[in-house]
């Protein structure tokens, strides 16, 4: 029992990361499923609607339902991505080829460590968050590590050795750079406000949830919200700015030479980033966990009200992924020049004017 | 000569500029879509609806009597463009069948390649006894090529009986039978 005890703060850690995990690949699998059926919605068709499990989908009535929702379709999917040849073309860098997906992949797990998904209320009457680490740095962490994402189209596109994945990986390293810097303008003013000198919670991403009780930075802060919007979808390489496959004039983009379990990865990773980049904008930007604007923290003390915190945010995550697949099938493309136009031109610009702004707004703030 | 009016483009206003109205018209647009019904059909359960004059497989059909029209006359084997057709003509059994016997011939074999057929509807176009008709077959497979050739039971199965105005074989036994020498 003492062995035990001694070795639980090694355990527990590695049991909440592996739950979170789980969690959140399953929402991945999910989140492809919405994509495909709210597409096929837009567009007038059904969507995937004939896998069907054994036991579950024999429930007469619940069965055919879940069944026309697709509700089985991830895991046919993955099984699929699972069993498939995996066919390595010769032509291909071997390590860097075999490295690309797993870097393209890390990141997007890597970001959610710092990722505060609810809260509760300890002991002594205090409001924690749930988070596996609670860092003070946390958005700080989040932009570095995100940034490495572009590492995986790059190397995978160099490493596929061929024009069309070489040619999606220079355009999508590229636009991402570009956007990343209108990005990390973009959310500074959130910080100016949510973290002034002498708070407790620094650019914790808690700090920045806590501080919308009253009002949630989005609705006050627009521009920002609307320019880390356009970023965000840049950055996860989403259909207005899907330069990295553009499948009409690139064959698949960075990962036209990769396919079963590799490519898989790929298209998780391109899920995980839509999720983690939901999850933030939710974050910095819709007050998290908290209800409604003006109506911060309904929830009960207890476990319960943990449990619905966390329920609250995971619906507005389902929302934003919503909105991203939404947008995805009603803009058509953007052509190379406009998109860096667009970054470069009118984003970082107005980034930058925002912040000059609200600094100066916050400096006679002071002064009176 | 025609007057060309060059028509003066209104400048964008800025919220037209920054996309964000037309942004929202779309969402709109893609959201009443998500709300309609589908416009697919669930193809192997649901079926679409073929129009009558719809250019199917070709099949022999037989007149409201249950008696073969086919005469075997192959102008439906010169016609067809593809060569798919073979006919090889045969006597009707006059002890057999004595109502129709006056017809004289029928088909001995009837076959329809489908691996060759164009599905133009010329045999039907060309046909004197209204024997061969495209219906509404449209998905046809087979495991061989033999499968994929239609012999003449087949070609009735899939044909049925189609309703006849001129039961031509029966007025041409009356106008026998009464004696007109002109027939």
């Not at chain 2, 006359?73 to 006059?94: D, S, W």
């Not at chain 2, 998905?139 to 033999?146: A, C, F, M, P």
Request: glycine content about 8%; hydrophobic content about 50%.
């Amino acid at each position: 029992m003492t062995l035990f005890e001694a070795w639980l703060p090694v355990i527990l850690p590695v049991i909440f990361a592996l739950v979170m995990i789980s969690v959140f690949m399953g929402m991945c699998a999910y989140a492809v499923l919405a994509e495909r059926k709210i597409c096929s919605y837009i567009q007038g068709r059904v969507g995937p609607n004939r896998t069907r499990l054994p036991l579950i989908g024999n429930v007469p009535i619940l069965g055919d339902f879940l069944t026309g929702l697709g509700i089985f379709q991830p895991a046919a999917d993955g099984l699929k991505f699972l069993f498939k040849e995996e066919i390595t073309p010769g032509h291909v860098k071997l390590g860097y080829y075999y490295l690309a997906p797993i870097i393209a992949l890390t990141p997007a797990l890597t970001t959610m460590v710092v990722l505060p998904f609810g809260r509760y209320v300890d002991a002594a009457g205090v409001v924690q968050p749930l988070a596996l680490a609670n860092l003070d740095v946390g958005f700080l962490f989040i932009l570095a590590i995100s940034s490495l994402g572009v590492y995986g189209i790059v190397l995978a596109g160099w490493a596929s050795n061929s024009k069309y994945p070489f040619l999606g990986a220079i355009r999508s390293s590229a636009q991402m750079i570009s956007y990343e810097l209108a990005l990390g303008v973009s959310i500074l003013p959130v910080f100016m406000w949510s973290a002034a000198p002498g708070s407790e919670y620094g650019m914790s991403l808690f700090g920045v949830v806590q501080a919308q009780e009253t009002l949630w930075i989005g609705i006050w802060q627009p521009l920002s919200a609307l320019i880390f919007l356009v970023a965000i979808f840049a950055e996860t390489n989403r259909l207005p700015f899907d330069m990295a496959e553009s499948e009409t004039d690139l064959v698949g983009g960075f990962h036209t030479e990769y396919g079963a379990f590799k490519f898989g990865l790929f298209f998780v990773a391109e899920y995980a980033h839509i999720i983690m980049g939901s999850a933030i904008f939710v974050l910095l930007f819709a007050g998290g966990w908290h209800f409604l604007p003006g109506l911060a923290d309904p929830w009960p003390a207890g476990p319960v009200g943990a449990v619905l915190s966390v329920l609250w945010f995971l619906a507005k995550i389902a929302f934003m992924i919503f909105f991203f697949i939404w947008i995805r099938w009603t803009l058509p493309r953007f052509r190379y020049d406009q998109v860096m136009s667009l970054g470069w031109k009118i984003l970082l610009p107005l980034a930058v004017g925002n912040l000059v702004f609200n600094t100066l707004l916050i400096a006679l703030i002071d002064a009176l | 000569m025609a007057t060309t009016k060059v028509i003066e483009r209104k400048p964008l206003t800025f919220a037209e500029k920054t996309f964000l109205p037309q942004i929202a018209t779309g969402l709109k647009t893609t959201f009443g879509n998500m709300l309609k019904k589908p416009i697919t059909l669930q193809y192997p359960e649901e079926r679409p609806v073929i129009p009558d004059n719809y250019r199917g497989v070709p099949t022999l059909v037989k007149d409201p009597n249950g008696r073969e029209k086919c005469v075997s006359c192959q102008l439906c084997e010169f016609v067809c463009p593809p060569k798919a057709i073979r006919i090889t003509p045969g006597e009707i059994n006059a002890e057999a069948e004595p109502d129709r016997a006056h017809v004289e011939k029928a088909p001995q074999e009837f076959e329809i390649n489908m691996l060759r057929c164009i599905y133009c509807g010329f045999c039907q176009e060309v046909c004197p006894e209204e024997a061969i008709y495209l219906q509404d077959v449209f998905s046809l497979s087979g495991y061989s090529r033999e499968e994929m050739i239609n012999k003449k039971d087949k070609l009735y199965e899939l044909g049925g009986t189609l309703p006849d105005e001129h039961f031509k074989w029966d007025k041409k036994k009356a106008a026998e039978l009464s004696g007109n020498p002109e027939h």
